[in-house]
Nanobody, 119 residues
Framework: QVQLVESGGGLAQAGGSLRLSCAASGRTFSIYDMGWFRQAPGKERELVAVITWSIGRTNYADSVKGRFTISRHNANVTVSLQMNSLKPEDTAVYYC????????????WGQGTQVTVAS
């Protein structure tokens, strides 16, 4: 199992920035990729951005491309999500996640952190 601890989030004004971080512990050698999903009230959880651990390949939701940047930090097994040009529609609970292979679903989840963007 991989344990995930998120930090960051909070309240920002539209057009502002926030940064999320997620630290992994446990069986971190099993991580294939790591990243963020989000879930807004009344909506399904959706992918925001993920990054593969070995070569750093990234995948972003179309809605955040050009505004959000995901990065990984091998030394302490952490990923960060820099969120710029925030919009009210970015308001959601953001969840850190990992999986062990591109052939399986995301099974490890953090507790979630609230991001609220005021207009």
């Amino acid at each position: 199992q991989v344990q995930l601890v998120e930090s960051g989030g909070g309240l920002a004004q539209a057009g502002g920035s926030l940064r999320l971080s997620c630290a992994a512990s446990g069986r971190t050698f099993s991580i294939y990729d790591m990243g963020w999903f989000r879930q807004a009230p009344g909506k399904e959880r959706e992918l925001v951005a993920v990054i593969t651990w070995s070569i750093g390949r990234t995948n972003y939701a179309d809605s955040v491309k050009g505004r959000f940047t995901i990065s990984r930090h091998n030394a302490n097994v952490t990923v960060s999500l820099q969120m710029n040009s925030l919009k009210p529609e970015d308001t959601a609970v953001y969840y850190c996640t990992t999986r062990s292979s591109r052939l399986v679903g995301y099974t490890n989840w953090g507790q979630g952190t609230q991001v609220t963007v005021a207009s």
